[in-house]
């Protein structure tokens, strides 16, 4: 069956980085746009980044352009969100997802198809 697990979150304290890595399996990673979201305590949870399968267009929410940097490997069935900069309000935790949704990539969660269990990032002040 299809499988993402997150791994790469942590403590860390304001202005620090982290790097999360999303390894997917059970499917053809690189027909697949992914995804990361994240949901802090008593919120929605809401995109933060997505990239297409080739990884050619990119979407960074506006609360993370310039700090973040998403990117995936499709030999090793892995995407990445490097975090840099990290403040208290990136606080929560970190979900990686698939979608086929062609050519493009969707901000839209409900368009994705394949969800990990999510990682906790936590950033001190």
């Known amino acids: 069956q299809v499988q993402l697990v997150e791994s790469g979150g942590g403590l860390v304290q304001a202005g620090g980085s982290l790097r999360l890595s999303c390894a997917a399996s059970?499917?053809?990673?690189?027909?697949?746009?992914m995804g990361w979201f994240r949901q802090a305590p008593g919120k929605e949870r809401d995109v933060v980044a997505a990239?297409?399968?080739?990884?050619?267009?990119?979407y960074y929410a506006d609360s993370v352009k310039g700090r973040f940097t998403i990117s995936r490997d499709n030999a090793k069935n892995t995407v990445y969100l490097q975090m840099n900069s990290l403040k208290p309000e990136d606080t929560a935790v970190y979900y990686c997802?698939?979608?086929?949704?062609?050519?493009?990539?969707?901000?839209?969660?409900?368009?994705?198809?394949?969800w990990g269990q999510g990682t906790q990032v936590t950033v001190s002040s």
């Open positions: 997802a698939a979608t086929r949704v062609g050519l493009g990539f969707t901000v839209n969660q409900n368009e994705y198809d394949y």
């Open positions: 059970g499917l053809t990673f690189s027909r697949y746009a």
């Open positions: 990239i297409t399968w080739s990884g050619a267009s990119i």
